[in-house]
């Protein structure tokens, strides 16, 4: 199974204005489709982040695996890394310390993915039978809330509505545990100040009794802070995620809050589990195989997990299906990754480069899919249309901040905040 050919194709969908401490979503969203092809006329599919920077590594070792075996994952590893170099392309500050490490990770999982889904599809199995096989037929995601304008400005407000105040964050919940079937609720916070994150938590506990809840706010907070909110939340939250920033700032969370604590930014990159383990810096890591470099390095990182006694979640980005689905048979093969995962799936309202049918939610959960490799088909014509929109719309980087400081100038996304 020779890669004759690779595809690379960005993209850009409407996102709404969600709020979160490096500033505010932009109108667009980007990604990046990968498509390998194979001598025998197979086809993978692959999804990754979409800035330049990126983009443009992800087409230059798109050129360089032409020729290998779709199983040689290690010598397109050593390829990749090779071209990567020092280059440094993961820059919103929102998924933790950007190292070349973690570039290459970065690059490697979207080509990994896809050759995962051509040998699923080779082999007539999905992709969950090549990590070992399910131990569980359908992943739970929880509802995932953002505050948020109520559209971006100067557009007419969008079918969610604002949500700015603990009222409006109940009824954003209400709306996607209705519409997803959500069993468990994640709040992005770093917003606003501490309180009146303390004060929309305790809302969505009095408005959905017995419902796990989570709040993140991307490091904005001191060490202090961090402990306060957590003392003041205590039996209200499953864990809280990244308060603060660094390895040596969560353990001290650690040691003074009643919750366990969770990352997916002091512990991106292997090198960062041995000293956030002699720390006991965290309880809960967040996987990601868009940059923990794939679906199976993704699977070491989580049996080394259950080996020091940490759990697992699963951390996402604004995405499509392919990363929906690769998630998915992720989480279904990994038998330790037992809080429900995060996705940004609702806010993509269904614009979906992903034919229809494959992927579905049913009380919060998504089947895996039975379909050989990801089980999901490219819609061409959402791609063309998507890719389009990527030509049109003026974005080739997340840029939350300056996004933000265009309506709120003395916006600075530093941290610690409060
Ligand atoms: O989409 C967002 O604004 C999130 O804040 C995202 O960028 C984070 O990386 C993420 O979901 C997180 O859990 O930190
Ligand atoms: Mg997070």
Known sequence: MIIREIRVTPIAFRDPPLLNAAGVHEPWALRTIVEVVTDEGLTGLGETYGDLGHLGKVRECAQILIGLDVHATNEMYARIAAAVG?????????????????????VFAAFEVACLDIRGKAAGVPVVDLLGGRVRDAVEYSAYLFYKWAGHPGDEPDRFGAALDPAGVVEQAALLIKEYGFRSIKLKGGVYPPDEEIAAINALHEAFPGVPLRLDPNAAWTVATSIRVG???EGRLQYLEDPTSGIDGMAEVAASVPMPLATNMCVVTPD???????????????????????LVRSSHVASLCGTFGLSLSMHSNSHQGISLAAMTHLAAATPNLTFACDTHTPWQDGQDVVAPGALRFVDGAVPVPTGPGLGVELDRDALARMHEQYERCGIVARD???YMQRFTPTFSANRPRW
């Open 86 to 106: 020092d280059a440094v392309t993961d820059l919103h500050g929102l998924t933790g310390v950007a190292t070349k490490e973690k570039s290459v990770d970065r």
């Open 231 to 233: 003392r003041e939340l």
């Open 272 to 294: 960062h589990l041995p000293p956030a383990i002699a720390a006991r810096a965290i309880g809960v890591l967040l996987l990601d195989h868009h940059y923990w470099g794939g």
């Open 400 to 402: 939350d901040t300056t």
